[in-house]
T-cell receptor
């Protein structure tokens, strides 16, 4: 079975632009979570989606938004990009809402210039 | 607020030695404690996990020790190999969803 897939692999944007990152969970997994990992730090939770509804949100500004589609894939959108948004964005999937075991994708490396 | 503190930040171990990484948490609602291994340019990979109802869990060369009263848990890597060189993250979550709170990471280098 394929693992969690994310696209694109790398992305370079300039300040003020908008970006959309995509994630496909493991087949059969219904929950998708997004994390931001700044270089040299542990991942920070951004969102959890389950059955197309937001079920958790971390301490991130409203410039960050996400959604989940009927096939359980997900998009993370970031508006008005700042230099500090440069990071590895990770998607993790799990079977259910409160099923702890999570599997991460390879991430999307976002660089904001 | 950092709810999971991890130490050391970096660790150098000789091949065949034991690598020990420690974590401490504050939130008593946490009831799931995984360890992730991350290689450069890759996403974190789930290594081993434990729940508070047991004090130790072993999978191959990897062992988690858990001390509920002290709110601490640790990862032991026995017979460390150069291929184990990576960054290791401890994490914790409660049963209200599956938001993981990560420690700051430990960069492990195993010298041949």
């Amino acid at each position: 079975d394929a693992g969690v897939t994310q696209s694109p692999t790398h992305l370079i944007k300039t300040r003020g632009q908008h970006v959309t990152l995509r994630c496909s969970p493991i087949s059969g997994h219904k929950s998708v979570s997004w994390y931001q990992q700044v270089l040299g730090q542990g991942p920070q939770f951004i969102f959890q989606y389950y059955e197309k509804e937001e079920r958790g949100r971390g301490n991130f500004p409203d410039r960050f938004s996400a959604r989940q589609f009927p096939n359980y894939s997900s998009e993370l959108n970031v508006n008005a990009l700042l230099l500090g948004d440069s990071a590895l964005y990770l998607c993790a999937s799990s079977r259910f809402f409160s099923y702890n075991e999570q599997f991460f994708g390879p991430g999307t490396r976002l660089t904001v210039l | 607020q950092q709810q999971v503190k991890q130490s050391p930040q970096s660790l150098i171990v000789q091949k065949g030695g034991i690598s020990i990484i420690n974590c401490a948490y504050e939130n008593t609602a946490f009831d799931y404690f995984p360890w992730y291994q991350q290689f450069p340019g890759k996403g974190p990979a789930l290594l081993i996990a434990i729940r508070p109802d047991v004090s130790e869990k072993k999978e191959g060369r990897f062992t988690i020790s858990f001390n509920k009263s002290a709110k601490q848990f640790s990862l032991h890597i026995m017979d460390s190999q150069p291929g184990d060189s990576a960054t290791y993250f401890c994490a914790a979550s409660d049963n209200a969803g599956n938001m993981l709170t990560f420690g700051g990471g430990t960069r492990l280098m195993v010298k041949p």
